[in-house]
């Protein structure tokens, strides 16, 4: 029922490189990080994560593509 603010960031070996720091996420709303077919190429060993400010008030929804064949 309140505003709470995202982090979402990927580690790849110690550091955090932010998609989105203190992005503001209104009650109710919903926020799409990548749009339009958009993506995101993680290497080996990198971490995807999100963190809201407040336990428990978000919910993240993500796609992963393993291996493409031609």
Same mark, same amino acid.
Request: negative net charge; without cysteine; glycine residues 10%.
């Given at each position: 029922?309140?505003?709470?603010?995202?982090?979402?960031?990927?580690?790849?070996? !110690?550091?955090?490189?932010? $998609?989105?720091?203190?992005?503001? +996420?209104? /009650?109710?709303? %919903?926020?799409?990080?990548?749009?339009? !077919?958009?993506?995101?190429? $993680?290497?080996?060993?990198d971490? +995807?994560? /999100?963190?809201? %400010?407040?336990?428990?008030?978000?919910?993240?929804?993500?796609?992963?593509?393993?291996?493409?064949?031609?």
């Amino acid at each position: 029922t309140s505003p709470v603010t995202i982090d979402v960031y990927i580690r790849n070996g !110690g550091t955090d490189y932010y $998609l989105l720091k203190n992005g503001p +996420l209104p /009650a109710g709303s %919903s926020f799409e990080l990548i749009a339009e !077919g958009s993506k995101i190429v $993680l290497k080996n060993g990198d971490v +995807l994560y /999100a963190i809201a %400010s407040a336990g428990s008030s978000v919910d993240v929804v993500t796609s992963v593509v393993d291996t493409i064949s031609a």
